[in-house]
C-alpha cells in the first residue's frame, strides 16, 4: 500500500490517460452526485475541511482525484463533464486530524458519499479502513483504504412507473408482515433459483400472491437501506444478516440486486415496489437512522466520521460541577443510546436535513408507503433527553409528503430512560411490545387474570387513548424478526444461540415462552399437537385484536430457528424460510388465513374507534359485552379473580358506532370471541339475550367444536383446554 500524497491545489488534475479535465464550479444542491448530459455535479457537506477530493474510479479500479474548489454554507461542490451514470466514485477530505477536539480528517481514507443513490462493493476488514493506528489510536493511520471500501455510484434511472399508485390502506385495514429480502425466497421453490434473496425475487407472483392470499396487505422489509457487517463480524467470518448497521440512507443494499451493484439495485428495487402496489400490498421500510455502520470511535471510517465527525454524532456530556451548569461535549467521547457505538445526532441541521432528505427520496422517487424507525426514541433525543416535541418529530408532522405516509416507531432504544410506549404524538403508531407480553403470559399460563388481556385485545386505550390516538395506533405483535419464532415460542424453555458465536450470552433470557414438556423439537405426538394449537391460538388472538396486526414471516408455516432467539448473524436455512410442506405448520397457516379473511370481511373486527361499553343506539346492546363462562356479564370480582383464565369478547355489529364513507350507518354481524388459556375444559353457556339468537362457528382450534357447527343463545358446550372459538351471528 501506498500512503495519499495530496494532489496539487488546482481546479483540475491529470488523468491516467495524461488528458486533463476540467472542475467547473458547479452547485451546493442538491447534495450527492446529480448527472445531467452535459456534466455530473458533486456536493458533499464538510464544513470544517480544508480540502475535499472526489475520486473518480474506472472498470479496472484506476483513480482519477478532482480538487473541489468551491465551498458555499459548508458543502464543498463542483461539476465533472463526461462522467457517465455507472461509474464509482468516493470522497477524500482534508483537514484537522484531532481526537480531543473530535476532529478526523484524513485524506488517505476514500469516503461514500452520503447521498450516494447506490453503492458497489463491499466492505473488507484492514488496518486501512481505520483512521487511527490500532494499537495507539492517538496516531494517525496515513494507509490508504481505496482497495478496502465500497464506493459510491453515479445514478441516472428514468424508470417508467406508469400508473404505479400507492395503496393508501387505512391503518385499521392494515394487515403487516414484517419480512426479510433474502430469507423469504433464498430456500423458495417457485422463484428462479437466480432471484432467489433478491428484490427481484420478492417480485415474482409465487410471493405477491402468497401474501395476498394469506391476507397481509403490507410488507414490513428488515433494512435495505446499504448495510455493511461490523468488523468484529466480518472478522470472525460471520455477517450481520439483519442489516441493522447503515451506512447508505439513500442506496438500496446491493447484495440484493440480481442485476448488478452499478446502479441496477436502484431500478430493480422499483420493479419490486410497483409489482407489490400492483398486488395491492404497500411497501413499509424498516429504516436505522439511530445510528451508523462505523460505530463507536475506534471504528471504521466510511463516511460520515471523515466528513463531519462532530456533526453527525452524539458527544457524552459530563454532569455540571461546581456551579458549571453549561458543561461542554466531550469530543473525544461518543454517546451511546443505540447499543452499536454511536448515536446519531438528529438536533444537529445537516443530520435532520439528511433523514428528511432521505424518507422524502424514498417516497417521492422509490414509492414506498412508509417507514418503522428502528429506535425511534434515540432519535427524539434535545440536549440528550427524550423530547416528543423534538427537531425531528416535528419537521416530519409538517412535512407535507412524510406527514401522509406511514410513521410506526419502535418507541424505545437502548437506554432505560428510552422506553417510550404510549407516548409518541400523532400520527405516529407504535410497536406495542406490551401486547406481545401480555398475550404471551395469558397463554403460558402466567397472566394474573383477563384484566390486562382484555385491555390488550381491545386496543390498548391505556396506553393509546389519553392523546387522541386509536386502537390502530397500537401494532400487536406476537413476535418479530428479534426472538424466537412463533414455532420456538411454544417449543423451547430456553434461547439456544452457540452458533452465534457468544457462548449463549447473546440474546435476551425474557422469552416468556413455554416448551410443553419438552425442549425443541420431539416425536411425542401429543406435545406437538399442543404446540400447534397454541401457536393457532396466538395467531387468531392476535388478529382479533384490535388495533394493526404484524406478522412475522413463515411464523404462519411453524418456521423455527432451532431455539436461536438472535440469529442477526445467522445467513443461512436458519433465519431463511423453508418452503417445503414436509415439517410445516399447515393447520396453523389455515387459522391464520381464516382468521385474517373474517377480519378483512367484517369492520366489527377492525373497528377505528374506541369501545365505550355502552349502546350504539337507544335500546340495544353494549358495542363490547366481556362475558364469563357462565353467561353472565364479568363482574368486578371477576376482574379481580387472579384465576381466571377464561374470557368471552362479545363484539356488536349492529350498528357499529362510526359510519361509513358517505355518512351511512354501517351495520354488521355480531361475533362472540372465546379464549381459554387453563389447562382443564371450560363449561360455556352463551348469553341468553333479545338480540342475538343464532350463531356457527367460524373459527375453532378445539379438536372436538368444527367449523359450521351452528350454535343456539343460551345452550352449552365445552370450550376444550388451551383454545379458541370465534362465534358469528347467523
Known sequence: MTRVTPPPDIASVWNHDGETRDVWPGRHFPLGATWSRESTNFAVYAPAARRVWVCLFDDDGAEERHLLTESTLGVWHGAIPGVAPGRCYGYRADGPWDLATGMRFNAAKLLLDPYGKAVSGDLVVDDAIFDHDRDDPTVRNDVDSADY???????????????????????????????????????????????????????????????????????????????????????????????????????????????????????????????????????????????????????????????????????????????????????????????????????????????????????????????????????????????????????????????????????????????????????????????????????????????????????????????????????????????????????????????????????????????????????????????????????????????????????????????????????????WIDWRPDDAWLDVYEITKTALRLRREHPALRQRHWFEGRPTIKGGIKDLVWVHPDGREMSTDDWNDDSCRTVGMFLNGAPLRYPGPRGEQVRDKSFMIWLNAGHDDVKLTLPDNQWVHHGEVVLSTNAEIAVGTPILAGSSLELQAQSVLVLRQT
Open 149 to 575: 471500501v465500497p464506493r459510491s455510484v453515479v445514478v441516472h434511472d428514468e424508470f417508467q412507473w406508469g400508473a404505479d399508485t400507492p395503496p393508501r390502506r387505512r391503518w385499521r385495514d392494515t394487515v403487516i408482515y414484517e419480512m426479510h429480502v433474502k430469507g423469504m425466497t433464498a430456500l423458495h421453490d417457485r422463484v428462479p433459483e437466480h432471484l432467489r434473496g433478491t428484490y427481484a425475487g420478492l417480485a415474482t407472483p409465487a410471493v405477491t400472491d402468497y401474501l395476498r392470499d394469506l391476507g397481509v396487505t403490507a410488507v414490513e422489509l428488515l433494512p435495505v437501506h446499504q448495510f455493511f457487517s461490523e468488523t468484529a463480524l466480518l472478522a470472525n467470518g460471520m455477517t450481520n444478516y439483519w442489516g441493522y448497521n447503515s451506512v447508505g440512507f439513500f442506496a438500496p443494499h446491493n447484495a440484493y440486486s440480481s442485476s448488478g451493484d452499478r446502479g441496477q439495485q436502484v431500478t430493480e428495487f422499483k420493479d419490486m415496489v410497483k409489482a407489490f402496489h400492483r398486488a395491492g400490498l404497500e411497501v413499509i421500510l424498516d429504516v436505522v437512522y439511530n445510528h451508523t455502520a462505523e460505530a463507536g470511535p475506534l471504528g471504521p471510517t466510511l463516511s460520515f466520521r471523515g466528513l463531519d465527525d462532530l456533526g453527525y454524532y452524539q458527544r457524552v456530556v459530563p454532569p455540571p460541577g461546581d456551579g458549571d451548569d453549561d458543561a461542554e461535549p466531550m469530543a473525544d467521547t461518543y454517546w451511546d443510546v443505540t447499543g452499536c457505538g454511536n448515536t446519531v445526532d438528529a438536533t444537529h441541521t445537516q443530520s435532520l436535513r439528511l433523514i428528511l432528505d432521505s424518507l422524502r427520496y424514498w417516497v417521492n422517487e422509490m414509492h414506498v408507503d412508509g417507514f418503522r424507525f428502528d429506535l425511534m426514541s434515540a432519535l427524539t433525543r434535545t440536549n440528550q433527553v427524550v423530547d416528543m416535541g423534538s427537531h425531528l418529530i416535528t419537521a416530519i408532522g409538517q412535512d407535507p409528503v412524510l406527514r401522509h405516509v406511514k410513521l410506526v416507531a419502535e418507541p424505545w432504544d437502548a437506554s432505560m430512560d428510552g422506553y417510550r410506549v404510549g407516548e409518541f404524538p400523532p400520527p405516529w403508531i407504535e410497536w406495542n411490545d406490551q401486547f406481545r407480553d401480555t398475550m404471551r403470559d395469558f397463554w403460558r399460563g402466567h397472566a394474573a387474570g383477563v384484566r390486562t388481556v382484555a385491555t390488550r385485545l381491545a386496543g390498548s386505550s391505556d396506553l393509546y387513548a389519553d392523546d387522541g390516538r386509536s386502537p390502530y395506533a397500537s401494532v400487536n405483535f406476537i413476535t418479530a424478526h428479534d426472538g424466537f419464532t412463533l414455532r420456538d415460542l411454544v417449543s423451547y424453555n430456553h434461547k439456544h444461540n452457540g452458533a452465534n458465536g457468544e457462548d449463549n450470552r447473546d440474546g435476551t433470557d425474557n422469552n416468556r415462552s413455554w416448551n410443553h414438556g419438552a425442549e425443541g423439537e420431539t416425536d411425542d405426538e401429543s406435545i406437538v399437537a399442543l404446540r400447534r394449537r397454541q401457536a393457532a391460538n396466538l395467531m387468531a388472538t392476535l388478529c382479533f385484536s384490535s388495533g394493526v396486526p404484524m406478522l412475522t414471516a413463515g411464523d404462519e408455516r411453524g418456521r423455527t430457528q432451532g431455539g436461536n432467539n438472535n440469529a442477526y448473524v445467522q445467513d443461512n436455512e436458519t433465519s
